[in-house]
């Protein structure tokens, strides 16, 4: 019986010859007894990454108001249901619940669905949503959600988990990257023996030459795909943070990430967080794909978005129930971190989508509209 996913990974290797890189992200973040997710302390100072919402609460508070800014322009609905992917510790959501929680008839309409996989984060999530007395589910996939109300999706750093396939181009044909076991035992990269098809959301696979590698993720387009269908006809919203490229590239961006610091992807299997960039195009085709009734906003970094939601107005209220300069200076540079261009603020991308029939904020080809048909001209 192996006693960690190294040995387990081995075991596999010396019976199958090689696996898919896919298949060992897989295994390493979610394998139910090894994975990477039944870590305690994965996330935040004292783990191996820290994400936005565990920087400062005025990340999820702004995320908050935009959460009820929505519900507004829904025409304020009786029941509306709220669900994150892949929520982390859930302080998030607790943030935007701690906003929320002012609106009586918000909380009334807020139906929270989480939408986790990890049991270690479902606990923490429990924990973190005790003080609230409103309905909370959890969910394995987006499967069963219920389809009898207007929606919003949500996540931070939850593309960027899911598991990429790796294809190279040789002799003119595309091989999957897989890894296999060299001769002292180690992990190392190989290819696939049989030719596979480029996906069809990589723009740039036709132009490939041998020597060029793509990425993808099929779970992210099938959640995307499965979010796009059920906006489609509840209406609603999406809205992700995550790190990635908007036009398509190639290379590889796999990588891992072990206390704050880069480390082999081989290295601590199970051990270390692997992430890869998102391909923002890939998701915007699949939204483009339901254009009829979907649109996609254009892409704007998590900077501009907190700042133009009034991060700093926030900041310097918090700031007012602080009495230490101590606690003052943590929270200013906090802010800071989440939004300069040079930090998470830049590096960060914001994808949004929702039913063209919302006058959702930050959509651009909404107000270009209006003014070129004479409305909306506050002049
Ligand atoms: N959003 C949180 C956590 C990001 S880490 C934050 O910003 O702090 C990625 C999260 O996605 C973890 O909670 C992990 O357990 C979850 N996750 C990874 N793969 C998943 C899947 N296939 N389905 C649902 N959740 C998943």
Redesign the pocket.
Known sequence: MPSNLKEYLIEILEEKESIPIHDYMALC??HPEFGY?QKKE??GRKGDFI????ISQSFGEIIGSYCAYIWQILGEPSQFHLI??????G??MSDILHVIKKYPAMMESFHIHM????PV?IARQKKAFEKYDLPIFWH??LDQLPKDAPCMFL????FD??PVRQLQKEGGFWYERHMQLNKQNEFEFCLGNRPVCPPETHLLADDAKDGHMIEYSP?SLKFLDQMARHLQKQTGVGLFMDYGYIFPTFGESLQAIKNHEYVDIFAYPGESDLTAHVDFGALGQVIGGYSKELKLLPPMSQGDFLLQLGIMQRGEALKASLSSQEEKDLLDSAIHRLTDKDEMGGIFKIFAFGHRSLKLPFDWEDQILAQTQGRGDEK
């Open positions: 973040l979610q997710y994965a996330l994400t936005a919402p565990e994150e992917l892949g929520g982390g510790y302080t998030l939408v986790e996989t990890s984060m394995k996939d996540g931070n750093e939850f988990a899911l779970l």
